[in-house]
């Protein structure tokens, strides 16, 4: 008896063993969505504990795939771990929506990443101002990646039991992403590499470039409002913004069309698993 018992035990912990990397990606994938706050360790304790939890409620007779139901048991943890944060009050998610919005704006129209002083103005406000809204984002206004938009908590985890047509949908929706990201200009590619799937700091990122962390900052809103309409433009065209006139317009627009043009479905679809999660390059 003792014997069947350790047995079980082994296989409980080479499951774990084999599926931690698993709980690093949930936590990247969480952390790419959250304020630079948020604390990495804490988000992996979670996810680990949850790992384990998972491993030994585990039942392979019911035909799920441990990989899977392991996912939805560290996300839901990492959710509840989220929770327990304070998150931005209504008036700061306001703010961020419209600075980020006049800051897109003028980037279509001056051809290039605004100043502050040039938002502010947009705004009617003072560049304090800017800058005191700024803070309050980066401690506590949480971005959704699929939207670039602002979110509640309970937006930021997918809904783990997806069907085999959403989930196909889902998965082509990661490969338009990836290959959305290898097609942005290369100093755009570098900071969106480097902040969100490398982690890198921000000050590392700007040192390599040659240039400020401001400056860093501004490149990451360009890309991604890039990114934004660029995904939009082939996935939800009603949500893209409208086509305009001028070498900017042309240059966005060719950008749009490397999208479509980097690879098929089928490549696509082959950036992610069967189960939704990216394979390794």
């Not at 630079?36 to 799920?64: C, E, I, K, T, W």
């Not at 990836?178 to 590619?189: G, I, K, T």
Request: aromatic share 4%; hydrophobic share 40%; glycine share 8%.
């Amino acid at each position: 008896m003792s014997g069947a018992v350790e047995v079980v035990d082994r296989r409980r912990e080479d499951a774990v063993r084999a599926h931690m990397p698993l709980v690093g990606h949930l936590v990247r994938e969480m952390l790419a969505r959250v304020p630079s706050h948020v604390n990495r360790d804490d988000l992996l304790s979670a996810g680990y504990a949850a790992l384990v939890a998972a491993a030994r409620g585990f039942d392979d007779s019911r035909g799920v795939p441990f990989a899977r139901f392991a996912a939805a048991r560290v996300r839901g943890a990492l959710l509840d771990e989220l929770r327990g944060l304070d998150w931005a009050s209504r008036s700061v998610r306001q703010r961020a929506r419209r600075t980020d919005s006049a800051r897109q704006e003028l980037t279509a129209e001056l051809g290039r990443t605004p100043t502050l002083p040039e938002v502010a103005e947009r705004l009617g406000c003072s560049v304090q101002d800017i800058e005191s809204a700024d803070d309050d984002v980066q401690r506590a206004v949480v971005f959704s990646l699929q939207g670039f938009a602002t979110a509640g908590a309970d937006d930021m985890v997918t809904e783990p039991s997806a069907g085999p047509e959403e989930m196909l949908i889902r998965r082509e929706r990661m490969g338009y992403l990836r290959h959305a990201v290898d097609v942005l200009p290369d100093r755009l590619r570098a900071v969106i590499t480097g902040y969100f799937f490398d982690e890198r700091p921000m000050a590392q990122i700007a040192a390599d470039l040659g240039v400020t962390e401001s400056r860093v900052s501004q490149l990451r809103a360009e890309a991604l409002s890039l990114l934004k309409d660029g995904l939009n433009t082939h996935l939800e065209p009603s949500l893209a913004a409208a086509p305009k006139d001028g070498c900017v317009a042309r240059r966005r627009a060719a950008y749009y069309d490397q999208i479509a043009t980097r690879g098929t479905l089928r490549d696509r679809l082959a950036v992610t698993g069967p189960d939704g999660l990216p394979v390794a390059a």
